[in-house]
C-alpha cells in the first residue's frame, strides 16, 4: 500500500515540475511584466 502512495506522489511531484518548467523556462526573471502585454500607444 504504502509503494502505491509513494509512487503515486512521485507521479504527482513529477506533473508539477513539468508544468513549472514549461511555464517559466523560456523567461529570464519570471513572469511577463504586464506592460508588455499591451500594444505600444500611438
Do not use: K
Amino acid at each position: 500500500m504504502w509503494l502505491i502512495l509513494l509512487e503515486a506522489l512521485g507521479a504527482l511531484v513529477l506533473l508539477i515540475f513539468i508544468v513549472w518548467w514549461t511555464m517559466f523556462s523560456g523567461r529570464r526573471r519570471g513572469e511577463r511584466r504586464h506592460d508588455a502585454d499591451e500594444p505600444p500607444a500611438p
